[in-house]
């Protein structure tokens, strides 16, 4: 018994050495890292900041998941001032100052790691990735598409989602409350599908096509949404300064804890228009001999970009079609409801301005404020947009910031900025006769520099274009919102609460 004793006392002390041996090294690391990021040595220790976010990333990601982001950066700007430290080895900017060296001075600084989450299958889409040769051999191929004069030769597929737009927003307009968000984005994803795949996705039927043989270039698909797919992906780049793996993993729980069979549903869908796609655009490699009338996916296919990965670029359009379109236009709706006095004096524009070509309407200049103005304050993307300081190291007053560091300034705190607009939550397009510089670059609606939306050109084409015709047909005519101002939850992409931006009208 005393040697069994002995065995036991001894395993006891011998579990006790492993224990202490594994945690001990790891304790040390752990206080050492917190001693580090808090002490003199580190090289933001005269940055302020909260001194948990100096410690850890926890805070900046459980407000990102929180959905208040932006207001939460804000308040720390307010507290500590226009530099602030808000994780680890992350600064945020609120001065215009900050936009060139971090966005635009040669070429701007690369895109920071946490744009890996928005890979679609696998796959860097165009807008995520982080190699620049790598996206820049992509873009190249199909950036000719974007182009604007290009965009307007191929105009027809826009006219032609406008018309379907006008015709549905006054059919349901005819029931005393229209949901624009839904109805823009519709819009949007026929027109950008139609565009750049030669197969229109098909969120609005065209009842006058029904029966007609279709063409090549705009096969009409059955009724459909894309929203739900839209809205999920949204949901989840709330999670994206997760790593990869973390993010995945908290992505398929999200999935299983709050399932959402709507989303399955339409991505389902979404996968199988995007294999139609990727099918005709194989099939118009070998029959179209002009390079210059391909598609988006062909010219990739052509270019040697395989199936799978083209399949995914295309599923990144669709996205972007659906969400930046669609949040901007419905939040100029939104504002022209809520602010008759804009609209009254817009309706006068629009009424009295004589167009003779589409060009005219791009140059009203009251038109032109009233979409700088809804853009300024569309929440489409609100948080920060992290970049990472090269090789070659950043100064930026006086303060050097070595490489690998995440610097960043935000939509939220440019286009709110007390300093730069006068009552900066309230929708006056007037302030833009008498702009300043500052207040010109301080727009971040696309992004800023050659990381910023491609399709940028072409957005803006046809929201002066939309904005013009629904205000031309007085559609929005007697409009009201139902809510005060439209409730979002803040992430990269923000996601309307509920799904809607609802419009109503008396009877």
Known sequence: MAIQQLFVEASQVSVRYWVAALFAPLLAYTLGTIIYRLGPLHPFAKIPGPLLNRITYAPLVWHSYKGDEAQYVHKLHQRYGNTVRIAPSSVDFTEVAALKGIYLEKGGFYKSHYYNNFDIDGHASIFSNTDLASRAARAKVVLPLFSITNVKLGYKPFKDSLRRYLKRFKEEKETGRVNVLDLAR???????????FGIRYGAFKDEEESGTSPSVNATCEPKMSA??????FISTSRLWYLSVWLYNLADKLDGIIYPNPGAEVSTEIVNEYADRVIAAAQEQITQQKDKSQLTFPARLLRAGISPE??????KDIIFAGTDTIGMNLATVCFMLAKYPRVYDRLHEEVNSAEIEKEEDIQVLP?????????LRMSMTNPCRLPRE???????????????????????????????????PFEFIPERWDSATDDMNKSMMAFGLGNRQCIARGMSMLDMHDVVYHLVKEDVLRGAKPVKERIEILEGFSSKVVEGHVDLVWDS
């Open 227 to 232: 929203s739900d797919v839209v809205d999920n």
């Open 309 to 314: 990965e083209t399949r995914s670029h295309c």
């Open 389 to 423: 300081v090269p090789e070659r190291g950043w100064t930026y007053k006086e303060t050097y910031y070595p490489p690998g560091t995440i610097v960043s300034c935000s939509a939220y705190e440019m286009h709110f900025s007390t300093e730069m607009f006068e009552k």
């Open 186 to 196: 519709g819009m949007s994803i026929d027109a950008v599908t139609e565009y750049l």
């Open 366 to 374: 009251y038109l032109n404020a009233v979409v700088k103005e809804g």
